[in-house]
């Protein structure tokens, strides 16, 4: 049998992304299927948006740009963070990858190491756990019961911690439950947390796509977080925009220094033509 490296070989493909695959060849053999897989918005990105884009290609903005995302880029990101968040981020600790999954495995992969725990309330998008295991680091998972309305209950939090936890993600609106947590929850799981050298991580990717108010964020509320706190967030689903692959990380600097070193190995820049589109977006 072909040896491949350990946590490779451990990983499965993504659950989600081959249900999805499977319904496109379904429809593809006319059947009539509707696939509840990938979290696709059900409109096109916008117009002016992709005008943007051609934009971008027509001045021949098709080099490489600045690893973590170019100036205007950061900016606009630190724009929407103070717009829609109400938080305070700096371009150096801001960095734009290819969509809030790479930015996601590139931060955890920087934060974590074997003999670590990170704490994932269940149930949970497929993927947490995976990037968790690719960087040798266990994920522990706290089941989430329905009467809580799947979220993470701060007794059951304060169980799961040991002395080997260094991190946690959190995930509002949750895929794949919709959980959206209010203010009161975010209070609460904020106590269980503020006093710790845990990385709270939070995943914000759906905020925009959840009925009735805004939530405040998590970092808002308790903005002591921020200094072990990282913001995971992506155009792909406010904006329509899964394919263009543009998503960023928000935290202290040091964090997001090591994760833009792991970028600049492994993969380089977002795309320089979404960047341009991304910045219209926001
Ligand atoms: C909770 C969550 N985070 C992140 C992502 C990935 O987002 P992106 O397309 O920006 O990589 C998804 C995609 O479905 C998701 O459900």
Known sequence: MLKLNRRIAAIKPSATLAADARATEMKLAGIDVISLAAGEPDFDTPEHIKKAADKALAAGQTKYTAVGGTAALKNAIKLKLKRDNNLDYEPPEIIASAGCKQAEANVINA????????????????????????SGAEPKFVPCSEESGFMLEPEALRRAITPR???IMLNSPSNPTGAVYGPEQL???ARVLVDTDIWVMS????EHIAYGEFAP????????LKSHGIVFNSLSKTYAMTGWRIGFAAGPKEAIAAAGRLQSQNSGNPNSITQAAAIEAL
């Open 217 to 224: 964020h998590l970092f808002h509320i308790e903005p002591r």
């Open 165 to 167: 936890t260094r991190g």
């Open 203 to 206: 995943d914000d990717v759906y």
């Open 111 to 134: 934060l974590f190491d074997e003999g670590d725990e990170v704490i994932i309330p269940t149930p949970a998008w497929v993927s947490f756990a995976a990037m968790v295991s690719l």
């Open 187 to 189: 209070t609460a799981i």
